[in-house]
């Protein structure tokens, strides 16, 4: 059984930086993207950003929202079966709950919600004060 653990939100202030992990449990690199989603109160849930692994050999794609390009970076350690998801330059609108997930999405496609397979964690509040 999947399960992801999300930990490492917090309160920033504007132009700060946080570092989300993301811990998978019964979760292989390879077989699926993960994707870092967020959703902000009334607000539908986004893709961020997600990563995939190839399933043979150490290639990896990355896919970031435009909202976030140039801000955030995902990355994964395959030792600790975690991804991580490092953002700068925060602004108040990144306040929101985020999570990861399975996805099936290929290459950009990761990014959307339909193609999100969960199973959804408690999610980590990150909120941005201006």
């Known amino acids: 059984e999947v399960q992801f653990v999300e930990s490492g939100g917090g309160l920033v202030q504007a132009g700060g930086s946080l570092r989300l992990a993301c811990a998978a449990s019964g979760f292989a690199f390879g077989d699926y993207s993960i994707t870092w989603f967020r959703q902000a109160p009334g607000k539908e849930r986004e893709g961020v950003s997600c990563?995939?692994?190839?399933?043979?050999?150490?290639?990896?794609?990355?896919y970031y929202g435009d909202s976030v390009k140039g801000r955030f970076t995902i990355s994964s350690d395959k030792a600790k079966n975690t991804v991580y998801l490092q953002m700068s330059g925060l602004k108040p609108e990144d306040t929101a709950a985020y999570y990861c997930s399975e996805s099936v999405g290929i290459r950009s496609d990761c990014l959307l919600y339909a193609h999100a397979r969960g199973p959804w964690g408690q999610g980590t509040q990150v909120t941005v004060s201006s």
């Open positions: 990563i995939s692994h190839a399933v043979v050999g150490d290639e990896i794609e990355t």
